[in-house]
């Protein structure tokens, strides 16, 4: 019997009159890869931002191990280990690719703003640590050739990938990709997979959305189905592929 | 890049260094002592606009605030200049966090408005304060700066000292850059959300930033009023927080070398016009306007409209287009070679 790690129990979210997650009940277990997928608008993207706290539940408890995250703020989530990257990619273009993942150890050291400006000599040793950490995921990710290049000037493989190593940084022990190979080629895809395989056996949990469905077969152990808010069907992946709902809510009858 | 900075840090400090043997007249050092005080506002603006991308327009009302309270702190209850900078450096901070509570929740640019706002209240209450602030006519008799025994009472002593405090809020803005704070200040201005999801706690850095930025002004402010003897609401009108702005922005946002520049040149560029308006008089030009005025906004105009991201890295950007054809041109033969 796998342990869990998050539950959302009745988990509702009402945008004005939009009713974007309807009384959710979900358990994710710890070190699996879990996808979440469902039709365009089925409230994918704002179970993510519940959890990670960039939006606010209407009614409804996340219990991540113990923790209630309900009325936690973003940062205050990454403190906790929770990492995540977005649909619509957000990587710093205004720094290179390093910096960006660099950003990603933020919470690995403590100094504020006057050490930073008087002392910076105390904190060079600091500096390289955080710097040869960064490079180790760029190497990770294959993207150490680019490290000084302006994040901006990376195509969109590149971009999520990035975005993947910066969450990486983190060393999170829970990480949501929302929509990891929207965009990517096939060739760019397939790396995508490889990449998510090797994190989850660095035993980090892995929830994501995805379109792609031979990716969602290929890389879940397990597969939770939303239509309009609603979970309609979970399981392992052939488990979900052969379920009437689930067949409905995507042909639309 | 970091090393380039240390090195521009260096090359302001030798120009530093020669300027007053070059320049020689009184009155063109203290045009570059008044630059001093526009750099360093424009440092801490530019972490703040540059870096963490919040935009504030009333800047010119914590230069006031550290202004008045040297003022009035030396000239009515005879405190030292340097605790009463302390205390405008004090009280502009605090200001800053009175501001920044309600206005860095939000996203938007709920700050430039409440920024704008405080300027014209500022300016309005050292008009209307007379008691304190002593009104339209201002305040007098403030005292000069005393470092170490020496009265800084030659302009090339001030030129010195205040170039050193230019240097020194450079060094200490160029050190935070580079730094885990700086690092959090750029992401947040590349993507909230994404700064957020690695832990940034980006409302509490914004407030710090802002505080910086307002302590940069406000000491300037204080150096302002310790040189010039005499202040009045004039100089502190919302006009000048918008002259500010624009040093930063046509400088360059994202480099505090741009804004640097930018505030050198804006200093320097009405010096530089003035002789026009003779010049044009001996063309029997009557019509009498400010032509060194028209020509200065016709330099920005160009610049905004031909290097949109600040004449810094407008320029560095054509150089290495140059220096690259060059190459090209230089090495085609060289490589067909091989
Ligand atoms: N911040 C928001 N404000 C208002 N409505 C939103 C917001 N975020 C999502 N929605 C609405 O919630 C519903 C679910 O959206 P979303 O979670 O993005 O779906 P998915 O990711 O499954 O495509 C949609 O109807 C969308 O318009
Ligand atoms: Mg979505």
């Known amino acids: ?106 919470l690995r050291s403590r100094n504020g703003m006057l050490m930073s400006a008087f002392l910076p000599p105390m904190l060079r040793r600091e500096e390289n640590r955080i710097r040869a950490s960064a490079q180790e995921r760029l190497v990770l990710l294959g993207l150490d050739r680019y490290a000084h290049l302006p994040a901006g000037s990376l195509p969109l493989g590149n971009q999520r990938m990035l975005e993947i190593a910066r969450a990486l940084a983190l060393e999170p022990t829970l990480l949501f990709l929302d929509e990891p190979a929207s965009g990517l080629n096939a060739r760019e895809t397939m790396a995508m997979g490889e990449l998510i395989h090797k994190i989850k056996s660095m035993n980090i949990t892995v929830i994501l959305v995805e379109h792609d469905m031979e990716l969602v077969m290929d890389i879940s152990d397990r597969v939770a189905v939303i239509n309009f808010g609603r979970l309609i069907a979970q399981g392992t992946p052939k488990e979900v592929q052969l379920n009437p709902d689930v067949i409905n809510a995507y042909l639309g009858t | 890049m970091k090393i380039k900075d240390y090195v521009g840090i260096g090359i302001v400090m030798a120009a530093v260094a020669v300027a007053p043997k070059l320049v020689g007249n009184e009155y063109y050092l203290g045009v570059l002592i008044f630059a001093a005080l526009n750099c360093l506002t424009c440092t801490g603006l530019c972490l703040l606009m540059g870096y963490a991308g919040q935009i504030s327009i009333g800047h010119g009302a914590f230069i006031a605030v550290g202004a008045y309270t040297s003022a009035v702190l030396t000239t ?236 810094f890295e407008g320029l560095s950007r054509l150089l290495k287009t140059v220096f690259s054809l060059r190459r090209k041109w230089g090495g085609g033969l060289a490589r067909h070679a091989e």
């Open chain 1, 1 to 106: 019997m796998p342990n869990s790690i998050l539950r959302l129990e009745n988990l509702r979210k009402k945008f004005g009159g939009v009713v974007a997650v309807d009384d959710l009940n979900l358990v994710f277990n710890k070190g699996e890869v879990t996808a979440l997928i469902g039709p365009n608008g089925a409230g994918k993207t704002t179970v993510f931002n519940l959890i990670t706290g960039f939006v606010k539940p209407t009614a409804g408890t996340i219990l991540f191990k113990d923790i209630r995250l309900n009325h936690k703020k973003p940062h205050a989530i990454a403190a906790l280990g929770i990492g995540r990257t977005f649909q619509n990619v957000q990587v710093f273009s205004n720094m290179t690719v390093l910096e960006n993942v660099m950003v990603g150890r933020h």
């Open chain 2, 76 to 311: 009515k209850l005879g405190w030292s200049p340097w605790t009463a900078m302390g205390c405008g450096v004090i009280l502009a901070a605090g200001i800053a966090v009175f501001m920044g509570l309600p206005t860095m929740r939000l996203k938007g640019h709920y700050l430039a408005m409440a920024t704008l706002g405080f300027a014209s209240i500022i300016h309005i209450v050292a008009v209307a304060a007379v008691d304190v602030t002593g009104g339209p006519s201002g305040i007098t008799g403030i005292p000069r700066l005393q470092l170490f025994g020496f009265v800084l009472n030659s302009d090339t002593r001030n030129f010195y000292f205040y170039w050193g405090i230019v240097v020194a809020g450079l060094l200490l803005a160029v050190n935070l850059i580079h730094s885990r704070v700086g690092r959090g200040l750029q992401a947040i201005h590349g993507s909230e959300d994404a700064a957020a999801s690695l832990g940034v706690n980006i409302a509490v850095d914004k407030i710090k930033v802002l505080v910086l930025s307002a302590v940069y002004a406000s000491i300037s402010g204080s150096l302002y009023a310790h040189y010039v003897l005499f202040i009045d609401p004039g100089p502190f009108d919302v006009m000048h927080s918008v002259l500010l702005v624009t040093m930063v922005a046509v400088g360059g946002l994202h480099n505090i070398w741009g804004a640097f520049s930018g505030a050198l040149l804006l200093s320097l560029l009405p010096e530089g016009l003035s002789f026009l308006s003779e010049y044009l008089q001996t063309f029997d030009i009557r019509y009498r306007t400010d032509y060194d005025t028209l020509i200065y906004g016709g330099i920005l105009l160009l610049i905004m409209l031909f290097l949109p991201e600040g004449l």
